[in-house]
């Protein structure tokens, strides 16, 4: 392909030959003086170098002087027709001025805001492990390596070869789509996108993760051709992008909303890039203005939908947590009288053992039958209440129902049994003042006993149950306690503290 460029001796002399990037083959220039003298260069593609101009190369003319009135480039095999369309002469490299300087810095700043969003993540990834932090991290880094290898800042830092940079752009365009394809798929919540379109996500990130290496490794494959139909190749993965978000936005996905104004520039350059790139006669136009505008917009967004999704998490698993437990205390809990049942006292008999509880009493109501019997099961139910108020629970003492009119005292210090024996005589004093109309006074009978070391729930029990059938049978309204010497201060050696 042939370029000519006519010299205007009135304008300073050009220097350099700008142009887009692209895989060529080689570069060729001629120098032509009025006179007819030549002067020719040629670069190999390898030996480029890059310009300060963001995505261009440069090369030195050959000689120009006064005399010169034209230059000839001829660039062999160039793989994109924005490097000729986009090529010119100037007298010096790109960033010359405090404009283009002011351009940079306002890079670099971008460059800074994308850094941020890769903190953000780590801390969010640390409290929530979902892998739509780990994507976004990826499109993060991905846009940030996309300014540097596309703007003059690659330059000024490294200054690597063009077609290094070529290739580079190729790769990280096709991590960009193929990291911001995955945000989309893992980041939208489940249920809000149609599962044929989440299914195609992934394959459409591999497909551009595909297309780009392929691209970057063989340049000069289908040399004509091969420019526009790897930009068209991406059209399948940009039309299902588009249609998951809509179909999302549809579907009522608050993600989607964020993902949809975040990327809109981002489409919009696709777009751009898509038409202008496949239909023969348009000019190229690769948007990067846009580009950059898009990039703001996609950290913006993207990064206060991450920040939105992370606080809607955790606010429904703080909800399926307080759900949880409140369920467990409801299946700790007797619906009746409030006390905790037998399930809550298995549970945590361990813990109250090493708290100290170390005495257990079973306390049962007598001849509760003829109360309901007699006066039927609300006046019964009304009765249980009142006996779960007077053995209501304090800092040495838990409170259960185990079930019908039998309930367990779990007590600790050394005024336990005491604490026990007020809790039964009051029964009678709290049911006749709460359940007026009973003809007798509603009493109780209890047995209490003590743990003998490490040992479970089920042996005092059953030696409390003991005690208690044995008031039972003694005439009832009475308490049996049963104490190992080794912790009951007034009983003698080996004999049992027997307290009628």
Not at 57 to 72: C, D, E, H, M, N
Not at 189 to 204: A, D, K, N, T, V
Request: charge should be neutral.
């Amino acid at each position: 392909m042939l370029l000519r460029f006519d010299i205007d001796a009135a304008e300073p002399l050009p220097r350099y030959l700008l142009s887009r990037r692209s895989a060529l083959d080689a570069v060729h220039l001629l120098a032509i003086d009025r006179d007819g003298a030549i002067r020719r260069a040629s670069v190999a593609a390898a030996a480029l170098p890059s310009s300060m101009a963001g995505g261009y190369f440069k090369t030195p003319l050959p000689g120009v002087t006064r005399a010169t009135r034209q230059i000839v480039v001829a660039v062999d095999l160039p793989s994109h027709r924005m490097t000729l369309e986009r090529a010119y002469l100037a007298p010096e490299d790109a960033v010359g001025g405090t404009a283009d300087m002011r351009f940079l810095i306002i890079l670099a700043g971008l460059g800074g805001m994308l850094v941020m969003p890769l903190f953000f993540n780590a801390a969010f990834y640390r409290a929530l492990r979902e892998p739509f932090v780990l994507w976004h991290s990826v499109l993060a880094l991905s846009l940030l390596m996309t300014i540097l290898v596309s703007s003059g800042l690659s330059v000024m830092f490294f200054d690597p070869p063009a077609m290094t940079l070529n290739w580079m752009t190729a790769l990280i365009f096709g991590m960009t789509i193929g990291s911001g394809t995955m945000f989309t798929y893992s980041f939208i919540e489940p249920g809000l996108m149609h599962p044929l379109l989440r299914r195609l996500l992934p394959y459409c990130a591999a497909w551009a993760i595909v297309l780009s290496t392929f691209h970057a490794a063989f340049p000069f494959v289908a040399r004509p051709v091969q420019s526009t139909a790897y930009t068209a190749a991406f059209a399948p993965v940009l039309a299902v992008f588009i249609m998951s978000v809509i179909d999302a936005l549809r579907r009522g996905s608050r993600a989607a909303k964020f993902q949809a104004v975040g990327y809109m520039p981002m489409v919009l350059v696709a777009l751009i890039r898509l038409v202008t790139g496949v239909i023969p006669w348009s000019h190229s136009f690769d948007a990067m203005i846009l580009f950059y505008v898009g990039c703001i917009c996609e950290v913006l967004f993207t990064t206060l939908g991450m920040a939105d999704r992370f606080v809607t998490i955790k606010r429904e698993r703080d909800r399926a947590r307080s759900e949880a437990e409140l369920l467990e205390r409801l299946s700790e809990t007797d619906p009746l009288t409030g006390l905790l049942n037998r399930r809550a006292i298995e549970q945590q008999f361990e813990q109250l053992q090493a708290e100290g509880f170390a005495t257990l009493a079973v306390v049962d109501l007598d001849n509760f039958k003829a109360i309901n019997d007699v006066n039927g099961h609300a006046v019964g139910d009304a009765v249980l209440k009142a006996v779960a108020k007077a053995l209501q629970a304090g800092p040495g003492v838990r409170a259960y129902r185990f079930g019908g009119e039998e309930f367990v005292l779990l007590l600790r210090g050394d005024d336990a049994e005491v604490q026990a024996e007020l809790r039964r005589q009051a029964i009678p004093v709290v049911v006749a003042s709460t359940v007026p109309g009973l003809e007798r006074a509603v009493t109780a009978s209890m047995g209490v006993t003590n743990f003998l070391g490490d040992e479970g729930l089920e042996k005092p029990y059953e030696r409390a149950d003991q005690l208690l059938y044995a008031a039972k049978r003694a005439g009832r309204n009475q308490t049996r306690s049963a104490i190992q010497p080794s912790l009951a201060r007034d009983a003698p050696p080996g004999v049992p503290a027997m307290v009628a």
